[in-house]
Each structure stands twice: as structure tokens, then as C-alpha cells.
């Protein structure tokens, strides 16, 4: 049983910081790729950045990049997200995923397994 649990969510201002950490087990993830992914109130879920387990490449959402940073600490099978900046139009439930597909996923159905997500929200 494959297992993806967030936590780091919750209230900040605008211009703070969070730190969001995705723990996974159930199997051994060397070979997937894990994204963070979030969706906001009435809008479609988007891929904000990810990171490959084998080679650490990583790809960031234009409306993120050089405020968010994907990390992963292998021993210890977690994934991190470290949002610097923050906008109030970040403000959404943040979700952790991974992926067995080769290559450059980025789409919702290119994902096998979610975490329950965790709510972010910016103050402006």
C-alpha cells in the first residue's frame, strides 16, 4: 500500500514562508518522479514543480520559479516543497504526487498516487 502523507500547511501572510514535506512509503521510490501539484477553489489541479528521484531534475510552474523549491531527502523517502514569497493567488489545497512514468510528467493522469492534500493559504 503506497502512502503519501503532507504536512507543513496553513496560514501565512503575504511575502512569508512555508515549508511543505511529503512522507512516502509502501515501496521503494528510486525510480519515480514526485510532483507537487495544487488546486485553488473552482479552478483545475496544476503541477507546480517536480522532482526526479534518480537524478533530482526538477521543472517549476512559470507563476513559481525562483520563489518555490523542490527538494527530496532519499533516506528518509521525503519530498519537500519550500515556498518563499508568498502570494495570496497561492492560496489552495497543495497536494503531493508520484510517478511511475518515464521522462517529464506532468499532467493529473500521468500520476499513480496522491497524498490528501494540505491547505495553504496567503493573507494579503
Known amino acids: 500500500q503506497v502512502q503519501l502523507v503532507e504536512s507543513g500547511g496553513g496560514l501565512v501572510q503575504a511575502g512569508g514562508s512555508l515549508r511543505l514535506s511529503c512522507a512516502a512509503s509502501?515501496?521503494?521510490?528510486?525510480?519515480?518522479?514526485m510532483g507537487w501539484f495544487r488546486q485553488a477553489p473552482g479552478e483545475e489541479r496544476e503541477l507546480v514543480a517536480r522532482?526526479?528521484?534518480?537524478?533530482?531534475?526538477?521543472y517549476y510552474a512559470d507563476s513559481v520559479k525562483g520563489r518555490f523549491t523542490i527538494s527530496r531527502d532519499n533516506a528518509k523517502n521525503t519530498v519537500y516543497l519550500q515556498m518563499n514569497s508568498l502570494k495570496p493567488e497561492d492560496t489552495a489545497v497543495y497536494y503531493c504526487?508520484?510517478?511511475?512514468?518515464?521522462?517529464?510528467?506532468?499532467?493529473?493522469?500521468?500520476?499513480?498516487?496522491w497524498g490528501q492534500g494540505t491547505q495553504v493559504t496567503v493573507s494579503s
Open positions: 509502501g515501496r521503494t521510490f528510486s525510480s519515480y518522479t
Open positions: 504526487s508520484a510517478s511511475r512514468k518515464l521522462g517529464f510528467p506532468i499532467t493529473v493522469s500521468e500520476y499513480d498516487y
Open positions: 522532482i526526479r528521484w534518480t537524478d533530482s531534475h526538477t
